[in-house]
């Protein structure tokens, strides 16, 4: 959560603002003294048969991490905001960065430690890796790459669509009031109170 909340609020990517992120990729990275360190701490030996599957995991999850710190924002950029979201911004950032330093120093069984590094190094190695690779080989990038892009429905198409579900309840609706006003009104203002009162009778029992 605070890992993944600093990537999220960080709209604004400058490059003290990348390097300040690496914190979040050291948090996550299962090296000794980060915040996940003990988090390959495997004392009973279940987990050794999915050890490769969970390494090459941790590896992806790094590689995105990383991947999402460099890549282009879509936002406005902190200028274009008022002047308190210019305040707070590095403010809010600044606290989930000093809670995961502060986590992984102090404050809870887990801290200050060095954790199974083998497997925290070789995640990490991992993840360097695949983040190296991805750009550089077009069989790794994510489908969704090779798929031209989509321009966002206009609020115009949006108006377009919701006028004609408009229309056609209208018409529906203009057609029921039509039955129910012409010769044959009557009749089905009949069957329909005879529906309405056996439902009701029905209830009732």
Known sequence: MLVGGTLFISSDHRAWLNRLLLIGAWSIS?????LTAVA?????GML?????ILLIAQGLLLAGFLHHIV???SRPPLEAQPARAGSA????IAVLLVLQVLLALWGWVGALEVGPWLAGGAAAALGLAFFWAVPRFSGL???AAWLPRRSP??????????????SGLMRVSETITDVLQGESGIIWSLVLLILFVTLIAGGNR
């Open 30 to 34: 299962a090296l000794p003294l980060s």
């Open 40 to 44: 390959w701490n495997n004392p009973s």
């Open 48 to 52: 050794n048969w999915a050890l490769p």
């Open 71 to 73: 890549l282009p924002s």
């Open 89 to 92: 911004y590095p403010v809010g």
């Open 141 to 143: 990038k994510p489908a």
């Open 153 to 166: 429905p206009s609020m115009t198409g949006i108006y377009q669509d919701v006028k004609t579900i408009f």
